[in-house]
Structure formats: C-alpha cells, structure tokens
T-cell receptor, first 108, second 116 residues
Framework: KNEVEQSPQNLTAQEGEFITINCSYS?????LHWLQQHPGGGIVSLFM???GKKKHGRLIATINIQEKHSSLHITASHPRDSAVYIC??????????FGQGTTLQVKP | NAGVMQNPRHLVRRRGQEARLRCSPV?????VYWYRQLPEEGLKFMVY????????ESGMPKERFSAEFPKEGPSILRIQQVVRGDSAAYFC??????????????FGSGTRLTVV
C-alpha cells in the first residue's frame, strides 16, 4: 500500500464543472502539500495545509488531520486548469512522499 | 528574491559521460532536497542536504550518484557514467526548516536529463 494515495488517477471534465481530487496518507507530520505540474513543466506549490481549509481563487483545499485525508476542489473549471495535481506528505527530515498524481483534462 | 534556480534546464549526455545538475536555493534557505521523476512515474525523494552535510540519502542509488551542498555555492547532484535509465526530470526544493510542513517549501523548475 502506498503511503500517499490519490484518486482518481485520471479525470476528464467539461469546462465549468466542479472538480474534486482526494488524497489519503499514512505517513507524515500533520501537514500536506498540494502541487501542480503542467506537461514538461515545473512544479508549483498550490497549498500547504495543516488544518481546516484554504482557498486561493477557484481552488479550495481541505484537510482532516485525524482521518489523514485531504481534498482539492476546483470550482468553475477551465481548460487552463488541465495539469497533473499531486499531493505530498512530509515524512521525517522534511522530505516529501508523493502521491501518484491525478491527471486532469478540462475540455472546452 | 529569486526562487529556487536550477540549471541547466535541459541536459543531454551520451552514455558513460558525467552529468552535473546545479541547484541554488531560495536565499536564506539552508535545507535542500533533490527529487527525481522518471518518465511516466511519480516523484521520488533522492537526498536531503544542509550546508556541508548530507542528512538523508536513503533515496539515492548506491552507485554513480552523489550530492553535495558546499558552504559557498549551489548544491550539486552528480551522476557519473550515465546510462539511459538515468533519463528523467530532476527537481530541487529548498526550505527554511527541516519540517517540510512549514511555509516556504519551494521547488525549482527542474533539469531534464536525456541520455543518448
């Protein structure tokens, strides 16, 4: 069993749809990262969460530390949101353990 | 204040050559992490360094790979006698703390190594 698991692995949505990506983890200190990566691109940090909920524009991230579960939501999705979304939990020494990523395609 | 700077962005090496990947952390960050992303695979931890010290190298292949973070200058990931299987994107991240849960954990744009 992977220490950080995401679902779904692939997601196709129509523009405007509400999107949810889930992440469960069995390792880590009490925090989680959400990252975004475009094909061939670098890694952008979207959120670092240690409790509750954070919002940035159309992106919302929530975390339940007791259940070791986090969700990333995208409201009013747009084709430019198409990317790979990765959750990552910090383990000992601060190194990150990554989920396998969710490939999102938003169609116009 | 620039973010994490990695160079080169793209590196092509022939089998058997050496590859040197450089990472300059965010100013004031003393913790550097290297990660590798093989084609069609997820990101995997390689090594964690502080200035002049390797703290955790549990993800480094046992042979041909080494890393350093000298007192002055960037962190270097060195791959000797490269093979085709080393072709991957190598990302560096820096942090002001060793917790990984603090603010400021920042990734570089990566170096894409192609071995021909």
């Amino acid at each position: 069993k992977n220490e950080v698991e995401q679902s779904p692995q692939n997601l196709t949505a129509q523009e405007g749809e509400f999107i949810t990506i889930n992440c469960s983890y069995s390792v880590g200190i009490s925090a989680l990262h959400w990252l975004q990566q475009h094909p061939g691109g670098g890694i952008v940090s979207l959120f670092m969460l240690s409790s509750g909920k954070k919002k940035h524009g159309r992106l919302i991230a929530t975390i339940n530390i007791q259940e070791k579960h986090s969700s990333l939501h995208i409201t009013a999705s747009h084709p430019r949101d198409s990317a790979v979304y990765i959750c990552a939990a910090p383990a000992d020494t601060g190194k990150l353990i990554f989920g396998q990523g969710t490939t999102l395609q938003v169609k116009p | 204040n620039a973010g994490v700077m990695q160079n080169p962005r793209h590196l092509v090496r022939r089998r058997g050559q050496e590859a040197r990947l450089r990472c300059s952390p965010v100013k004031g960050h003393s913790h550097v992490y290297w990660y590798r992303q093989l084609p069609e695979e997820g990101l995997k931890f390689m090594v964690y360094l502080q200035k002049e010290n390797i703290i955790d190298e549990s993800g480094m292949p046992k042979e041909r790979f080494s890393a350093e973070f000298p007192k002055e200058g960037p962190s270097i990931l060195r791959i000797q006698q490269v093979v085709r299987g080393d072709s991957a994107a190598y990302f560096c991240a820096s942090s002001p703390t060793d917790m990984g849960a603090g603010y400021g954990y920042t990734f570089g744009s990566g170096t894409r190594l192609t071995v021909v």
